[in-house]
Structures are given as C-alpha cells and as structure tokens.
C-alpha cells in the first residue's frame, strides 16, 4: 500500500469515497489536508484533516468497501500522526466522534491507537421536514419583509456582509469570502435592512438530506434571523417530501441560542478524542 496526498487533480480519483461537502472544503480551503491510500493505481482509503492553529483536525476518514478488516484506515491514521509529529507547532490531533450504541467504529480504532476520549454534547438539528412541521414556530405565520434570495442580493452588499465576517473572533464555518453560487439558490437566503445585508442562511442538499451549512446574523439583526429560518424552511417543505431530512448541525454558535428556540433540538453524546504529541504547559 501508498501514500499520496490527494491534489486538486487527483480528486476524482478518489471522489467516491469523498462525500459532496468535504470535496468543497477541499476546493474551497487551502488550511486542509487529504491523505490518499492506494493499491496500485486503485484508491483504497482517504483522510481529510483541517490545519488549525497548534492542532490537526481529523474531519473524514474513509475506507474503500473492498478493503476493508485490511489496517487501511489504521495506517492512514498513523500517517496523520506522524505528519503532526514532523511539525513543531502542532501540539495535537483531534477528532469528535459519535458516542452511540453500537459506538461509533472510530472511537473503537482512536481509541487503540492511544487517544484519549472527553465526552461532552452536541446539540443535534436533524429531523425531518415532516417533524419540523409540527414544531410551533412553524405554526406562525411571519412577515418575510427584508428576505430575499441571495442570489438576487447586490454583490457589493454580499462582499460587504463577508469582510464583516472576517472581522468576527469567531471563525466562520463557511469559505471566505462568501461563495453565493455553490449554495442551492431556492434555500439560501438573505436579510437586507436598512440597506445592508444584516443576516444570511446558506443551504444546500448532500446525500439526500438537506443541510443549512451556515446561518449567521448580526447581533441587531434577530428578527431577521428568525424570518431567514421561517422562509427556508417553509420553502423546503414546500419543495421536498415530508419524509426527506434536513440537518441544521452546522449552525455557528452565535445563532445557536436564537436556533434552539426554532427548531427542534436534541444533545447529541460525542467524544471528543485527542492525540497529543508533545507536553504543553
């Protein structure tokens, strides 16, 4: 078995065992890394990680269905490790993982490979369209004045509302600066007030599941927040079968306590699992 890491140009090669969002962060973000497993000229195994200050994040690891109970993910794995190894200023690797019954299988691997666990919760938002309905906001009736397709948006207002989010201590879970046309036009949308765009709501659809990827609002910009998750998810329930999922797990922290009063909500048990590779302190 090799090692490559995975360039832009050798993306399609492993694209079936990249789901549609990491093969956009790969696109989108030069902070990731994607280490590839071959055999041959087949690809076998693949390994995305975030580069983030003093740390890998391992954020997708997949084995290819033909080999695996062969050590591909494990020695994948391993090649991270020693790449944090090699890097002074990387103190850990990390990943969070689900704590389920059965567990997760990379908590079983990560943890024979020496990684210590921290449990804590995530606050999960996937439901279907058909439990979302029966949520009471969603009972309402709301005045959508200001809520626009961002598409439809000025780009000036756009660049205007992305150097806005750069500014943020809070790093933005979306590709600076804001990349309106990778994002489905009928389920992103915008808050314009006062001649600004004050709030945005970024959907797309992965695997079958719909998936708000980002929601942001500036801090006098709640209401608007609200109309931008009331028209959304109207319009998807409109749009899509009841029975199809959407996902809002990828909401920032800074929506999350308006989100929590929206949407229906559960703490999902994870396992944060870290690998330290030097002492700090």
């Known amino acids: 078995m090799d090692f490559v890491t995975v360039t832009p140009a050798a993306q399609r090669a492993f694209a079936p065992l990249l789901p549609e969002g990491i093969v956009r962060q790969l696109q989108n973000q030069a902070d990731m890394l994607a280490i590839g497993a071959v055999e041959g000229q087949t690809p076998v195994g693949v390994l995305v990680a975030a580069l983030e200050p003093q740390q890998l994040r391992l954020v997708w690891l997949c084995t290819a269905e033909q080999a695996r109970g062969r050590g591909v993910a494990r020695a994948l794995l391993r090649r991270l490790v020693a790449r944090a190894y090699r890097d002074p200023d990387t103190d850990r690797v990390l990943a969070d993982v689900r704590r389920s019954v059965p567990f997760d299988p990379m908590y079983p691997l990560l943890l024979s490979e020496g990684w210590l666990p921290v449990p804590f919760s995530l606050p999960d938002y996937s439901c279907t369209l058909a439990q979302l309905a029966m949520q009471p906001f969603w009972q309402r009736t709301l005045r959508l004045d200001g809520v626009q397709p961002l598409g439809t948006i000025a780009p ?126």
């Open 156 to 281: 000036e207002l756009v660049q205007a509302y992305s150097d806005w989010l750069d500014t943020q201590p809070e790093q933005a879970a979306v590709a600076l600066p804001l990349q309106v046309e990778r994002y489905d036009p009928a389920l992103s949308m915008g808050y314009v007030s006062d001649g600004r765009l004050q709030a945005v709501l970024l959907a797309g659809k992965e695997d079958g599941t719909l998936v708000l990827e980002y929601a942001q609002a500036q801090s006098t910009a709640a209401s608007g927040f609200a109309k931008l998750v009331y028209a959304a998810g109207q319009r998807a329930m409109a749009d899509y079968p009841p029975e199809t999922r959407i996902s809002f797990a990828a909401i920032t922290p800074a929506s999350e306590r308006l989100a929590d009063k929206l949407l229906p909500a559960r703490e999902q048990p994870m396992y944060r699992m870290s690998f330290w590779v030097r002492n700090i302190g």
